[in-house]
């Protein structure tokens, strides 16, 4: 199983379901966005921080930096790519260091990394659908995620 599709219906329901995400992330774990602005992708992550007991009020997009540190079970190291205009500029940051370290990566705007995409990591693309609805799909990219997604739909399937 390489994808699994969801509705949520509130901004609540998209934490919730980041919450309960990340309770089987693991150290390394890299988690790519896709979507358009709003869709919810900094919405999602608010819950990853959560799940990962990183207190949720310091959690927002980053504004003008490409990265924020925050601490919790893991460390989480949260990109947003929207303002990267030169692809090399995220290897001045240590973009290469960081998701291969032992803390959980997440990237808003992913595509943005073109050649520097991983090649295993978590897809999520979300979609906006009609007022507070939003599609989220998961998917493996690599056989470390496959469980991480099987075990989503037993909790929420
Ligand atoms: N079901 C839902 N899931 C997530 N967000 C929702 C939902 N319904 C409504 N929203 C609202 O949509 C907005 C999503 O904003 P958010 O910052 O998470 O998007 P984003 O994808 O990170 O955008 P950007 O590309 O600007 O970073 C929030 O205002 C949120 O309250
Ligand atoms: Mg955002």
Redesign the pocket.
């Known amino acids: 199983m390489k994808t699994q599709k969801f509705t949520?219906?509130?901004?609540e329901?998209?934490?919730n379901f980041g919450e309960q995400l990340a309770k089987s992330f693991k150290g390394g774990d890299i988690v790519c966005?896709f979507?358009?602005?709003?869709?919810?992708?900094?919405?999602?992550?608010?819950g990853i921080a959560q799940g990962l007991r990183i207190r949720q009020t310091k959690v927002n997009?980053p504004t003008f930096v490409l990265m924020n540190v925050y601490h919790g079970r893991l460390t989480l190291f949260h990109f947003?790519l929207?303002r990267l205009d030169d692809i090399e500029g995220i290897r001045s940051i240590g973009y290469d260091e960081f998701i291969y370290d032992d803390g959980v990566s997440v990237i808003?705007?992913a595509d943005r990394l073109g050649v520097y995409l991983p090649d295993e990591y978590l897809r999520i693309d979300?979609k906006h659908k009609k007022?507070?609805?939003?599609v989220i799909q998961l998917s493996a990219k690599g056989s470390r995620y496959q469980k991480m997604i099987k075990k989503v739909l037993l909790v929420n399937g």
């Open positions: 949520s219906k509130s901004p329901e998209t934490i966005f979507g358009d602005l709003g869709s919810g992708k900094t919405t999602f992550i608010k997009s947003d929207y808003e705007w979300l007022n507070d609805q939003r």
